[in-house]
Antibody, heavy 121, light 110 residues
Framework: QVQLVQSGAEVKKPGASVKVSCKAS????????MHWVRQAPGQGLEWMGW????????NYARKFRGWVTMTRDTSISTAYMELSRLTSDDTAVYYC??????????????WGQGTLVTVSS | QSALTQPASVSGSPGQSITISCTGT?????????VSWYQQYPGKAPKLMIY???NRPSGVSHRFSGSKSGNTASLTISGLQAEDEADYYC??????????FGRGTQLTVL
C-alpha cells in the first residue's frame, strides 16, 4: 500500500535551516509529483511547492521562493524539503502529499504523517 | 496568490445538510475543474474527500458531494453525523501551475 513516511520532529534556532524527508513506498516515486504543505499552530493549510521527482523540476509558492529548496533522491525513493533562514513564524507541521501522476495537480490522496518543526532560541 | 475564501465556521444538527463555499477567481477555481476538498481532525493529516470538483475517492461516504458554479465551489454534507465535525479545506490548481488552499471552515455538529 502507498505510504509516505516523514522524518521526525526538529527543534531549530532562528537563522538555521531544516531539511525534512519524505520516504515513499508502495509506488514509484518518479511517477507522481510531490507537494509540500505546512500548517502553523492553530492555522490553516499553506501550500509551499511541488517537485517533479522524474526530472527534479520544481515550482514554489511565491512566498517561499529564495528560501525553500525541494529535492529528491530517486535511489531511495525519498523527497526532501529544506527551508533556510528560519524564524519563529516557520514553526509549523510540514506535510508531504502525493501529487498527480506526471501532473502538478495536488492529488492529495496520500499524505505523510507530518513533521513538527519548532523554531525557538 | 491569495487564499481562497471560505466561511470560518458552519454548523448543523445531526441529519441536516450543510454547504461550505469556496470562492476564488478565474485564475484558479473558475478556470479549472481541479478543486479538491479535505477533512482534517485535530492533530491529523488532511484526508481527501472530493477531487476534480465532484469526484469522491473510494471509501468516502456518498453523503459528501461537490459542485462548482463560476468562481465558487461548494462542498455539501448531507445527513450530518457527529463524526463529520472537523475542519474542511478547499484547494484549487492555478494558472501559475501552483496550488492555493482556502483558509478552512470549522464544522460543528450541534
Amino acid at each position: 500500500q502507498v505510504q509516505l513516511v516523514q522524518s521526525g520532529a526538529e527543534v531549530k534556532k532562528p537563522g538555521a535551516s531544516v531539511k525534512v524527508s519524505c520516504k515513499a513506498s508502495g509506488y514509484t516515486l518518479t511517477a507522481y509529483y510531490m507537494h509540500w504543505v505546512r500548517q502553523a499552530p492553530g492555522q490553516g493549510l499553506e501550500w509551499m511547492g511541488w517537485i517533479n521527482p522524474k526530472n527534479g523540476g520544481t515550482n514554489y509558492a511565491r512566498k517561499f521562493r529564495g528560501w525553500v529548496t525541494m529535492t529528491r533522491d530517486t535511489s531511495i525513493s525519498t523527497a526532501y524539503m529544506e527551508l533556510s533562514r528560519l524564524t519563529s513564524d516557520d514553526t509549523a507541521v510540514y506535510y508531504c502529499a502525493r501529487g498527480g501522476a506526471n501532473s502538478p495537480l495536488l492529488g492529495g490522496d496520500y499524505w505523510g504523517q507530518g513533521t513538527l518543526v519548532t523554531v525557538s532560541s | 496568490q491569495s487564499a481562497l475564501t471560505q466561511p470560518a465556521s458552519v454548523s448543523g444538527s445531526p441529519g441536516q445538510s450543510i454547504t461550505i463555499s469556496c470562492t476564488g477567481t478565474s485564475s484558479d477555481v473558475g478556470g479549472y475543474n481541479y478543486v479538491s476538498w479535505y477533512q482534517q481532525y485535530p492533530g491529523k493529516a488532511p484526508k481527501l474527500m472530493i477531487y476534480d470538483v465532484t469526484n469522491r475517492p473510494s471509501g468516502v461516504s456518498h453523503r459528501f458531494s461537490g459542485s462548482k458554479s463560476g468562481n465558487t465551489a461548494s462542498l455539501t454534507i448531507s445527513g450530518l453525523q457527529a463524526e463529520d465535525e472537523a475542519d474542511y479545506y478547499c484547494s484549487s490548481y492555478t494558472s501559475s501551475s501552483t496550488v492555493v488552499f482556502g483558509r478552512g471552515t470549522q464544522l460543528t455538529v450541534l
